[in-house]
């Protein structure tokens, strides 16, 4: 059981826009910086948001982040066939003393 | 260009113990925190430890607390986990990720070291 809850799953078909959402609580979102990692397939996790909306350089404007109380989400616009990956939130927890990830959302491209 | 290379994973019985290494080519290794996070096979990620540019933080997922070290050498560039007493579930590919941010912020991240736990 994670401390971040994602939904397990999400899906789109090309050119919509999906969001991914991330729930968590006052010693973890509520009180800190939000972060979204990318998976391909067989790959290591990559960084597509920082501190909550922001965005490294060469990660596309379709992906934005934002945040809100205790919980925070992602949304991909204009989606395509490469998008296809797990996502996950990340948050360093207060009380944990620790960084905490959500289990994951695996997004499928129809 | 920043590259960060695990080595040392592999086939151990549990009660064993295994030191990962985490070679870092391409930035100041000195100036930046480093983390170690781990991937069961086909679950999600989960961090397991922290360290920061100057051995003053160190920070461990309950789970592993006093089994695992997290250490690094600022003169070689490189990361360590020495992990000890390892049980099934520590079985995951392990990586190395530098920290822009002190408790995040992981980029980049290595291509990850396979330590398999099993009699």
């Known amino acids: 059981q994670s401390v971040l809850t994602q939904p397990p799953s999400a899906s789109g078909t090309p050119g919509q826009r999906v969001s991914i959402s991330c729930s968590g609580s006052s010693s973890n979102i509520g009180s800190n910086f939000v972060y979204w990692y990318q998976q391909l397939p067989g790959t290591a996790p990559k960084v597509l948001i920082y501190?909550?909306?922001q965005r490294p350089s060469g990660v596309p404007d379709r992906f934005s982040g934002s945040k809100s109380g205790t919980s925070a989400s992602l949304a991909i616009s204009g989606l395509r066939s490469e998008d296809e990956a797990d996502y996950y939130c990340a948050a360093w927890d207060d009380s944990l003393r620790g960084v905490v990830f959500g289990g994951g959302t695996k997004l499928t491209v129809l | 260009e920043v590259q960060l290379v695990e080595s040392g994973g592999g086939l151990v019985k549990p009660g064993g113990s295994l030191r990962l290494s985490c070679a870092v080519s391409?930035?100041?290794?000195?100036?930046?925190?480093m983390n170690w996070v781990r991937q069961a096979p086909g679950k999600g990620l989960e961090w397991v430890s922290s360290?920061?540019?100057?051995?003053?933080?160190?920070y461990y997922t309950d789970s592993v607390k006093g089994r695992f070290t997290i250490s690094r050498d600022n003169a070689k560039n490189s990361l360590y986990l020495q992990m000890n007493s390892l049980r099934a579930e520590d079985t995951a590919v392990y990586y190395c990720a530098r920290a822009l941010e002190p408790h995040n912020w992981f980029d980049p991240w290595g291509r990850g070291t396979l330590v398999t736990v099993s009699s």
């Open positions: 360290i920061s540019s100057n051995n003053d933080y160190i």
């Open positions: 391409g930035f100041t290794f000195s100036l930046y925190h």
């Open positions: 501190r909550n909306n």
